[in-house]
């Protein structure tokens, strides 16, 4: 009994343990404060952005391109993963186009994406929705190809003859969980790319940390950092949840 | 008189039926010279030992397997809403669809409403007994239930001829007798047709009219047999046994092996 309310506190512990020692290193004069900000620092910071409207503003930003990216690459990944999952010609006319272009990381069309579409949001959501694309795409491929053949076979021997029956009755549903872990993938490097798309420029979280940062204002450069790590753990854990409704089927 | 009835209520007409597959530029026979008629309202068996083609047979007749040559007539009862439903072997149950909505899956493709499905649904789930678990999703659901609930897809979509490819072969004696005498009471409540694939020779001897003995490779028609006995039928009976042993011994040509439950 006692032990497990211990074992319960432990991740507590630790988290406070872990600030302490943080605060300490620039109070001891380990650290320059203006290079590493103490924890006791941050919710004036906070505070200031908040009451200032930049937090709301940023925030806002950085979610629409977060959502357009995610929309877009994630839509065109199953869409095609759909397509060359079904279709053999489709998969032998992508397979070395793809296996071209899938390692290029997202950044590395950072040039690209300033060139055709300049410091725009068009840009970041590109950015974006280039890493979204290609783990959902290899998601969703992946999880139609694996798709039970005898299930197929139900679909057509009750007369599901169109490949566009057999994919609303039995592909789709059936790949559905493959392609949900694709998506949970693509939900966090998304994230990664957004500061990566607006560090050069386009507003956001990410610019709005890179101007602070050369104002060596480090305790607001902290604060977004928090503030992404909540947004995606609120993302996922809504994720989550609507994973769950959508499997409820599964035995959990 | 008789011979008229029969001859204008064929259901299934299959003559000179020859199925080949090729794979990897090998031609390999599957079934040859099978000629099979069956009449409106029998309940035919068709045994063989596995590989024989007798799961094949059944996807020829529901045109998901094209024959290369001979010719498959089936003409069904023009009140029945579909020509043919197939019952497979291992349930197939949608993972993802409640019980209900696995069988109203055949509906689907009808012009019916969604009430109209539920409701039809809920009528074969009644008929195999299992209106209770409507709501149940598939993997809470025993062998058994399953089955019934694979049967009750088949059902709702009320096909002249009734498919079914080895439908009780995976579950434990006391569930399969109990589903076997299940299946004779709503094949005498209907006038369906039923041709049940089966390795299992004391089953088609206990529920058909009469036993197609499928044998050799590529598989053919080895021998039919009538089962002249009155239903309810005794399992075990000396009348059903000994004609277990015919069918033996029409199926491996006279070297009938002995024992009592014999399956193949």
């Given at each position: 009994m006692k032990n497990t309310i211990v074992r319960r506190l432990l991740p507590l512990i630790g988290l406070l343990a872990f600030l302490?020692?943080?605060?300490?290193?620039?109070?001891?004069?380990?650290?320059?404060?203006?290079?590493?900000?103490?924890?006791?620092?941050?919710?004036?910071?906070?505070?200031?952005?908040?009451?200032?409207?930049?937090?709301?503003?940023?925030?806002?930003?950085?979610?629409?391109?977060?959502?357009?990216?995610?929309?877009?690459?994630?839509?065109?990944?199953?869409?095609?993963?759909?397509?060359?999952?079904?279709?053999?010609?489709?998969?032998?006319?992508?397979?070395?186009?793809?296996?071209?272009?899938?390692p290029m990381p997202?950044?590395?069309?950072?040039?690209?994406?300033?060139?055709?579409?300049?410091?725009?949001?068009?840009?970041?959501?590109?950015?974006?929705?280039?890493?979204?694309?290609?783990?959902v795409y290899f998601a969703t491929f992946g999880a139609i190809r694996s798709v039970d053949r005898d299930l197929i076979e139900v679909a057509q021997a009750f007369g599901f003859s169109s490949a566009g029956e057999r994919l609303i009755k039995v592909m789709l549903p059936a790949a559905t969980p493959g392609i949900l872990v694709g998506l949970r993938t693509a939900l966090g490097q998304a994230w990664m790319s957004v500061v990566a798309a607006e560090l050069f420029g386009v507003p956001g979280l990410g610019s709005r940390m890179m101007q602070a940062s050369s104002l060596l204002a480090t305790d607001i450069v902290v604060v977004y950092m928090l503030t992404m790590?909540?947004?995606y753990g609120l993302m996922d854990a809504f994720f989550m949840f609507s994973q769950g409704r959508l499997l409820r089927w599964r035995p959990s | 008189m008789s011979d008229v009835k029969t001859a204008s209520a064929a259901v299934i007409d299959i003559r000179g039926l020859n199925l080949s597959f090729e794979q990897d530029g090998r031609k390999t026979d599957v079934l040859r010279r099978l000629d099979l008629s069956i009449?409106?309202?029998?309940?035919?068996?068709?045994?063989?030992?596995?590989?024989?083609?007798?799961?094949?047979?059944?996807?020829?007749?529901?045109?998901?397997?094209?024959?290369?040559?001979?010719?498959v007539k089936v003409n069904p009862d023009p009140s029945a809403e579909r020509p043919m439903a197939l019952v497979?072997?291992?349930?197939?149950?949608?993972?993802?669809?409640?019980?209900?909505?696995?069988?109203?899956?055949?509906?689907?493709?009808?012009?019916?409403?969604?009430?109209?499905?539920?409701?039809?649904?809920?009528?074969?789930?009644?008929?195999?007994?299992?209106?209770?678990?409507?709501?149940?999703?598939?993997?809470?659901?025993?062998?058994?239930?399953?089955?019934?609930?694979?049967?009750?897809?088949?059902?709702?979509?009320?096909?002249?001829?009734?498919?079914?490819?080895?439908?009780?072969?995976?579950?434990?004696?006391?569930?399969?007798?109990?589903?076997?005498?299940?299946?004779?009471?709503?094949?005498?409540?209907?006038?369906?047709?039923?041709?049940?694939?089966?390795?299992?020779?004391?089953?088609?001897?206990?529920?058909?009219?009469?036993?197609?003995?499928l044998g050799g490779k590529p598989g053919e028609v080895r021998a039919m047999r009538s089962v002249d006995v009155e239903r309810p039928r005794q399992r075990g009976s000396a009348a059903l046994d000994d004609l277990a042993e015919e069918v033996k011994a029409d199926i491996f040509g006279g070297q009938a092996r002995s024992g009592d439950n014999w399956v193949i």
């Open positions: 302490a020692l943080w605060e300490a290193v620039p109070r001891l004069g380990l650290a320059q404060r203006a290079l590493l900000p103490t924890p006791s620092d941050l919710p004036a910071a906070f505070l200031r952005e908040l009451s200032s409207g930049i937090w709301l503003t940023a925030v806002g930003n950085s979610l629409f391109h977060y959502a357009l990216g995610l929309l877009v690459g994630a839509g065109l990944g199953i869409g095609l993963g759909i397509v060359t999952g079904m279709s053999r010609v489709a998969e032998g006319l992508l397979a070395w186009v793809s296996r071209v272009l899938r997202g950044l590395a069309w950072v040039p690209f994406a300033i060139l055709w579409f300049g410091v725009s949001e068009a840009g970041a959501v590109f950015i974006i929705s280039v890493g979204v694309f290609w783990i790590a909540a947004l | 009449r409106h309202g029998e309940f035919v068996a068709i045994v063989g030992a596995s590989g024989v083609g007798k799961s094949t047979l059944l996807r020829v007749l529901m045109g998901l397997v094209s024959p290369s040559a001979g010719s497979f072997q291992d349930s197939r149950l949608l993972p993802w669809r409640s019980v209900i909505s696995n069988v109203a899956f055949g509906l689907e493709k009808s012009s019916m409403t969604r009430m109209q499905r539920r409701e039809r649904a809920k009528e074969a789930l009644t008929v195999v007994g299992l209106a209770d678990l409507a709501n149940r999703w598939p993997w809470q659901l025993s062998g058994g239930q399953r089955q019934r609930v694979s049967l009750a897809r088949a059902l709702a979509v009320r096909p002249a001829i009734l498919l079914m490819d080895e439908p009780f072969s995976a579950l434990d004696v006391s569930t399969r007798e109990g589903l076997q005498d299940e299946l004779i009471r709503i094949w005498r409540q209907t006038d369906r047709t039923i041709l049940f694939v089966t390795h299992d020779i004391d089953e088609a001897v206990y529920l058909a009219d009469r036993v197609v003995a």
